[in-house]
T-cell receptor, first 111, second 111 residues
Framework: EAQVTQNPRYLITVTGKKLTVTCSQN?????MSWYRQDPGLGLRQIYY???????DKGDVPEGYKVSRKEKRNFPLILESPSPNQTSLYFC??????????FGPGTRLTVT | GEDVEQSLFLSVREGDSSVINCTYT??????LYWYKQEPGAGLQLLTY?????DMKQDQRLTVLLNKKDKHLSLRIADTQTGDSAIYFC???????????FGKGTMLLVSP
């Protein structure tokens, strides 16, 4: 089944403790992206990647890192999480210029 | 940057038609999408339209595009309680360009 998977789905952590949210897709898509969704703000793009080893900042990249060492994986790294990074995170993938397929989301709470 | 605007909330009764509106500013938009997000779930592509089209119909869904006014609408005929969700309008210029989302319209369908 074609899908985008994210892990974990739920995470509660403390300020400053490094964490990684994994994202994997099995559709051989070149393009992958991370978004955060906050009430009243909609979806905002954090980082995106056009292909392996090619990443670029989205609208709200501060406090986040990504890597794209393999085509199927695009992990989101929070080196030192802070409470303002409490949010719902979505990973998405697509062929260039086509509709994006979204993962189920990761709800992160930073206390 | 480019902007996509939507009304935040729409309430209808079961069996009525729903119309969700969206305006965008990017004159180079090539593809326009409607995504649906059910509670606790990721985004699911509902339908899309190319910028050279005026209308697209897909079962109960009708998408109308007024490119001159940069206005997009989604009409849901015979709205059901299962249609209650958040609907996101999104646009892209295609290729490797990023997807710009509206803030989402929460549709509430009452019996």
């Amino acid at each position: 089944e074609a899908q985008v998977t994210q892990n974990p789905r739920y995470l509660i952590t403390v300020t400053g403790k490094k964490l990684t949210v994994t994202c994997s897709q099995n559709m051989n898509h070149e393009y992958m992206s991370w978004y955060r969704q906050d009430p009243g703000l909609g979806l905002r793009q954090i980082y995106y990647s056009m292909n392996v080893e090619v990443t670029d900042k989205g609208d709200v990249p501060e406090g986040y890192k990504v890597s794209r060492k393999e085509k199927r994986n695009f992990p989101l790294i929070l080196e030192s999480p802070s409470p303002n990074q409490t949010s719902l995170y979505f990973c998405a993938s697509s062929l260039p210029g086509y509709e994006q397929y979204f993962g189920p989301g990761t709800r992160l709470t930073v206390t | 940057g480019e902007d996509v605007e939507q009304s935040l909330f729409l309430s209808v009764r079961e069996g009525d038609s729903s119309v969700i509106n969206c305006t965008y500013t990017d004159s180079s938009s090539t593809y326009l999408y409607w995504y649906k997000q059910e509670p606790g779930a990721g985004l699911q592509l509902l339908t899309y339209i190319f910028s050279n089209m005026d209308m697209k119909q897909d079962q109960r869904l009708t998408v109308l595009l007024n490119k001159k006014d940069k206005h997009l609408s989604l009409r849901i005929a015979d709205t059901q309680t299962g249609d209650s969700a958040i609907y996101f309008c999104a646009e892209t210029s295609g290729g490797y360009s990023t997807l710009t989302f509206g803030k989402g319209t929460m549709l509430l369908v009452s019996p």
